[in-house]
């Protein structure tokens, strides 16, 4: 518990920083965008690589990817069906919806949480590549279709491949599986780039809670609330009877699975509501309102698993 407790304190201090920093206008208005793109680009990349390079292939296949991935699925059919039910939105806002309650912030909140809570960055490979190679081609596709009226299947197929935290974790677990040494020149200096992820996407998250005010639109407030809900309880716990019971996951990797699966909705739910138009006030509240409860469920979780 104290590792647990270390970690978050480290986490919430980087946070405040960048809190402080954003409400001084330190950087100017855009210093925020520019942290989580260098961090996507460079930083996230180089850090997963490393850490999967030299990472026992089994934790990237192992249970704890597999039930939280499930989680994930359990979880987004749940509120398919009760916003079907009583919502009665359209298939494109509902799609939003359901990413908003299910698909999990890896890129940016999960690494340093796995880093500095989990202990090892590693564990969010898994369910991060499954989201972006499977989950978000199917999102897409929807929203393509019932948007546009049309599919670009070719965006569809590209996205993943565009992605470099996917190209940087495939290349990880490639050199991991063949049993490869990167020289150590190379190692070094992805290893010096990759130390600068955590801080980065902290400061560029603290920094984006300044002037933040959710649940204003009340056409929205029901949607927003339910999959806030779904995301930081609902999913959590799917993931924990998933583990528990279905995979028989026990200890640190039961801890795990709940952790993952407690994460913050992602930022992309909105990129992809504001591309298509849809949903745009659903997704900013969801994933404002998940990151910041997502801490103290995170910490609950701690408490009971540890």
Not at 83 to 100: C, D
Not at 104 to 130: D, K, Q, R
Not at 267 to 279: D, K, L, M, P, S
Request: a positive charge.
């Amino acid at each position: 518990m104290l590792g647990v407790l270390t970690g978050f304190g480290i986490i919430a201090f980087v946070i405040a920083v960048g809190y402080v920093v954003g409400r001084m206008g330190v950087g100017g208005p855009q210093a925020g965008y520019v942290l989580n793109r260098i961090a996507f680009f460079v930083t996230n990349p180089a850090l997963l690589f490393t850490v999967l390079a030299g990472e026992d292939i089994r934790t990237v296949i192992s249970g704890v990817g597999l039930a939280a991935n499930l989680a994930a699925v359990v979880t987004g059919l749940i509120f398919l069906v009760l916003s079907r039910l009583f919502f009665r939105r359209p298939a494109a806002r509902t799609t939003i919806g359901v990413l908003s309650s299910s698909y999990s912030n890896f890129n940016n909140i999960g690494i340093p949480v796995a880093s500095y809570v989990l202990g090892n960055a590693a564990y969010v490979a898994p369910v991060m590549l499954v989201q972006l190679i499977v989950f978000a081609p199917i999102a897409l596709t929807v929203l393509d279709v019932t948007s546009r009226g049309r599919v670009s299947v070719r965006d569809i197929l590209l996205n993943p491949v565009r992605n470099p935290m996917i190209i940087a974790s495939v290349a990880g677990v490639v050199v991991a599986a063949c049993g490869w040494t990167i020289p150590d020149p190379v190692d070094q200096a992805f290893t010096l780039l990759g130390g600068a992820a955590v801080p980065v996407v902290l400061m560029a998250f603290g920094m984006s809670l300044h002037g933040s005010a959710p649940l204003k639109a009340a056409g929205a407030r029901a949607e927003v609330i339910v999959s806030t809900l779904f995301k930081v309880i609902l999913m959590p716990a799917i993931g924990w009877a998933v583990a528990r019971y279905g995979f028989h996951v026990t200890g640190h990797a039961l801890f795990v699975t709940v952790v993952l699966c407690a994460l913050p909705a992602a930022q992309n739910v909105y990129n992809f509501a504001a591309r298509y138009e849809r949903g745009e006030i659903v997704a900013r509240d969801a994933v404002l309102l998940t990151t910041i409860l997502s801490v103290p469920a995170v910490f609950v979780v701690a408490l009971l698993l540890t």
